[in-house]
């Protein structure tokens, strides 16, 4: 996000607050119940104050809650370790039956036949650009028992098994400096990520779901697990993956969702 030239009082007020907003920030983001709201309460006041916004009409309040959206995304990615574990959990906290959750009925759930699915890989990649079903398998396998967090309020654990997403990228030639990774799905879903969150030890190209194949209402033939993100950033049903510098914004992400997603 871009200001205008202030002052210098006015450029170092900001600076004294902006340390006080991310050590704010620090405080919501460790409280599940009050993250969402409470970024937006930090932001709002700032955002107002330095963009100028008049908050008497619709178009002047939706500038100043993209510019508030954005700003939560950069302070999101600053405050993004990409070395630390999200925690894991012991088989017998696995919720059961884990939940359905899209945007549409279960009855709606795609039908994807695995002897003709492809994965796709589009943009910043000189490697490998279409994947079997069989190659994916056939690649090193890990699993992780891990919580799933909703925006909607709730959350479930469950046993995801599959690729190391970092390991998929390079075997595909990706550009790892790239920005954005982005997903298109057999649902018509699509999201994107930032490189950092795709590199994560954690986030797995799964393939299976508490030891079996993945069933279609849990995303066959694959979806992204990423125990950093909130649920609607963790894509299923992928069909193709691309990379690029180019923002690519996403089915929620469009409609005023936060891009970054933290969890």
Known sequence: MTFRKKPQKLATSFSSHADSIIKDVRSELKDPARRLLGKRILTLGGIAMLSGCDLSNDKSVNTMLRKMSFFNDDVQALLFNPNEMAPTYPESMITRPFPFNAFY??????EVDPATYRLQVNGLANGKRVWTLEELRAL?????ITRHICIEGW????????????DFLRRSGADTTARYVAFHCADNYSTSIDMPTALHAQTLLTLTYDGQVLPPKYGFPMKLRMPTKLGYKNPKHIVAISVTNEYPGGYWENQGYNWFGGS
């Open 105 to 110: 009925d279960i009855d709606d759930v795609p």
């Open 140 to 144: 090193p396998q890990e699993s992780q």
């Open 155 to 166: 959350s479930a654990i469950g046993k995801w098994g599959g690729v190391r997403f970092a």
